[in-house]
């Protein structure tokens, strides 16, 4: 089989397939991509990651003293006698407050890691992407690998927190990996929507440093969204970040199993958004190398 | 040529051509991508055209031309970095890329965690890499900076590592392009003695500015003006009517204009 087969600007694979068939190998050649790669993604993922703390002393040390940081200002702030409006609301006691804000914010963060970063992504990789033969649809999922990382280590401190203050954990803890999997998967759709626009033009990135903050607002990360007026759920929701902070913080805080239309809601936008993001990444990935 | 098999052809392009956009206006693009259907916004600049090659297994294949004329280009297209805009192009075989040698370094990693991408980038898996490691090092010799930071390197140093990863991969078909030209005379010897043992087995395709490289290496030579092949065969005969050229025909300022 020739490695490049090219006619009048088309990439040319001989096969014949019917729809069905070229549905599943659609929806299986992220994955394809992603085993085949393995090893790449294992290098540039080893060297991002350190990256991060690059030059720094403390190192590592960092990416678990942020969040402690983060929960210690929190629980200050909701223990002692400052009056916020809505410290009733919330469900539990103020520690209890302290946890729930900070469990949104980790969801938060994550997102908002992974939406500031993804227009400039293709412009960090440009020597490999005109340089040498490279996979720039893996950039996407290498990134959110990273992030992935250091939300996991948000999220062990996190649990710690909660087994110090608390005197135990919930068991529905253990169903996390039924929430991040879905998150991670529509966080590297959307990486893979915003690399490409970021390619074409830096716009995208000031575009998503000025919305990312009012995001934060949009999605309950200080409130819970029982709070709002009714009419207000299906615009809630509609921001999809809603779905994935509510289940996190039924299972781990609240220690019941989600609501299902809201699971199955996240779930789907999950998919959804990976296959766009994977379609559109796909379809300009030829214009993105002489563009940038 | 016509006794060949198909499948001893490992690179045949047919009436290749590449054109870039040009745009007047900065943001002429955004009309193209909302309004492309309707009219052009973009003036396309042929950087390659009607290029017909065919390469076969084992052949050296020497690229001259002047600077912008489309070596790189043609290099970049037979890779598959970027799609030709217009004719056919079919290629056997894995190819390594010795394209801009060390730009995907990373200053702050050191060569160790630097081979260790630049193999996996051009397909080694990670065991490979960690079992030709002590081979690489070796073939780089810059002994203990293994160890450094790249940023300390020297412009040479770089290039030492980075056509070391590369000699690394078994490939079938190897692209250099102008590698050789900041290495010390003995390294530019090892190189050189290295890629003739490539040779034995695989298909090389050569850019060089330095005849003698080429005429050692390579059993034909095409010589690129303006995107397409003005001249093609015997190397030193192309050389010869290459070197002429350059002596009688002036630096053309408008050689990097847009067509009208």
């Known amino acids: ?292 | 040529m016509s006794s060949s098999t198909s499948s001893d052809i490992v690179v045949r392009a047919k009436h290749l051509g590449k054109a870039y956009q040009l745009y007047a206006r900065r943001n002429d693009w955004l009309m193209q991508v909302a309004f492309g259907w309707w009219k052009t916004y973009f003036k396309p600049f042929w950087v390659l055209r009607d290029i017909d090659l065919e390469v076969k297994r084992g052949e050296s294949i020497g690229i001259l031309g002047r600077n912008g004329c489309g070596k790189s280009t043609l290099l970049q297209v037979i890779c598959g970095m970027t799609l030709p805009s217009h004719g056919e192009l079919r290629v056997n075989g894995r190819i390594a890329p010795v394209l801009a040698l060390g730009s995907t370094f990373d200053l702050e990693l050191s060569g160790r965690e630097n081979v260790m991408i630049g193999g996996a980038v051009l397909g080694l898996k990670r065991t490979e890499i960690l079992r030709q490691f002590t081979s690489i090092a070796e073939f780089a010799g810059i002994g203990d900076y293994m160890e450094q930071p790249v940023k300390h390197y020297s412009m040479g140093m770089k290039t030492r590592l980075a056509f070391s990863i590369c000699a690394h991969v078994e490939a079938e078909i190897l692209v250099v392009d102008e590698a050789l030209a900041v290495g010390d005379a003995a390294f530019q010897r090892k190189c050189l003695d290295w890629i003739d043992g490539f040779r034995k087995t695989g298909t090389l395709l050569f850019v060089s500015h330095s005849m003698a490289e080429v005429r050692r290496l390579c059993t034909r030579a095409i010589w690129i003006e303006d995107g397409r092949i003005r001249q093609e065969g015997e190397p030193s005969e192309v050389i010869r009517s290459y070197h002429r050229a350059l002596l009688v025909e002036k630096d053309d300022v408008h050689r990097f204009s847009a067509a009208e």
């Open chain 1, 1 to 292: 089989m020739p490695s490049v087969n090219v006619v009048n600007g088309k990439q040319i694979v001989v096969e014949n397939l019917n729809a069905s068939q070229r549905l599943v190998r659609f929806a299986a050649k992220p994955f394809v991509q992603m085993w085949h790669h393995q090893d790449l993604i294992a290098a540039i993922l080893r060297r991002e990651v350190r990256d991060r703390f690059k030059g720094s002393v403390a190192g590592w040390i960092w990416a678990v003293v942020a969040p402690l940081l983060a929960i210690a200002v929190y629980t200050f702030a909701f223990t002692t006698n400052l009056q916020l409006p809505m410290a009733d609301n919330a469900a539990g006691p103020r520690v209890g407050y302290a946890l729930f804000i900070f469990s949104g914010i980790i969801v938060f963060n994550f997102f908002s890691e992974m939406a500031f970063r993804a227009p400039m992504l293709l412009h960090e990789y440009t020597h490999f992407i005109k340089q040498t033969i490279f996979p720039s649809d893996m950039l996407a999922v290498i990134s959110t690998l990273r992030a992935t990382v250091y939300t996991l280590i948000s999220i062990a401190v996190m649990l710690l927190f909660q087994l110090a203050a608390t005197g135990s954990l919930q068991w529905t803890t253990l169903l996390m990996p039924a929430i991040l999997i879905p998150f991670i998967a529509f966080l590297v759709g959307i990486s893979w929507f915003l690399s490409a626009v970021g390619a074409f033009t830096r716009d995208a990135g000031y575009f998503m440093i000025n919305i990312v903050p009012l995001f934060m607002f949009a999605t309950p990360v200080f409130y819970p969204h029982t709070s709002l007026p009714p009419p207000f759920d299906f615009w809630i929701y509609a921001n999809a970040l809603t779905g994935y902070v509510e289940v996190m913080r039924d299972i781990v805080l609240l220690g019941k199993l989600p609501n299902w239309k809201v699971y199955g809601w996240s779930v789907l936008t999950s998919v959804v958004t990976f296959y766009f993001g994977y379609w559109f990444f796909d379809r300009y990935r030829n214009v993105i190398v002489d563009v940038i």
